[in-house]
């Protein structure tokens, strides 16, 4: 019990160590341009790089940013921004990605495979080499393989798992590239139009 209660004290350190190693400072300052708002200025700088992931019906963390009106509520943890203290805004702070825990859009992470049955080591890289795990050469399927999914033959998206079985669908991520890190300029205007009254 004493190891455990030692562990939490120093996983506690370790966090407030990390927090505090942000240096704030360093933010982009705001733009000097002067009448910004939302429709014209900040509505292209998420559609761009933000909205694949916060508009819809289930957006990530319960944050829409493709509309005013969604900005200003928040997320499921609160507001995202104060009114005239860009400074302080969580959106600013997420932007400007200079705490990788928080970054948005979130710094990638090392590549993801299956790991070995039982083990916490590295991943695999898929079975039969580079190049492996894309479709076969000369179509989407491999002769007398399952149709994918949502093709024909195959269950419509959304009803049934892996080869039409009753098993839950992974919910799938945004196709596309990964969207592009905010500019220093970009931040910049976010925070003039926080600055100046999020309108």
Not at 67 to 78: I, N, P, R, S
Not at 133 to 158: E, K, T
């Amino acid at each position: 019990m004493r190891n455990l209660l030692i562990l939490a004290a120093a996983g506690c350190a370790a966090a407030r160590l990390s927090a505090a190693e942000v240096d704030w400072s360093k933010l982009p300052p705001a733009s000097t341009q002067t009448g910004v708002t939302f429709d014209t200025d900040i509505a292209p700088i998420f559609k761009a790089s933000c909205v694949r992931c916060h508009s819809g019906d289930r957006p990530r963390a319960q944050l829409r940013l493709d509309t005013l009106e969604g900005v200003l509520k928040g997320a499921k943890q609160g507001p995202i921004l104060t009114a005239g203290d860009s400074a302080h805004s969580l959106l600013v702070k997420a932007v400007s990605r200079l705490d990788p825990e928080t970054a948005m859009p979130p710094k990638p992470r090392g590549p993801r495979g299956p790991r070995p049955m039982g083990t916490n080591g590295p991943a695999m890289p898929p079975p039969g080499g580079p190049g492996a795990g894309g479709p076969p050469p000369g179509g989407d399927m491999a002769p007398g393989g399952p149709p994918p999914m949502g093709g024909p033959g195959g269950p419509p998206p959304g009803e049934g798992g892996p080869q039409g079985t009753n098993a839950p669908q992974q919910r799938l991520r945004p196709m596309g590239p990964p969207p592009k890190p905010l500019t220093a300029e970009q931040v910049g205007l976010i925070r003039a139009w926080i600055d100046q009254g999020a309108k």
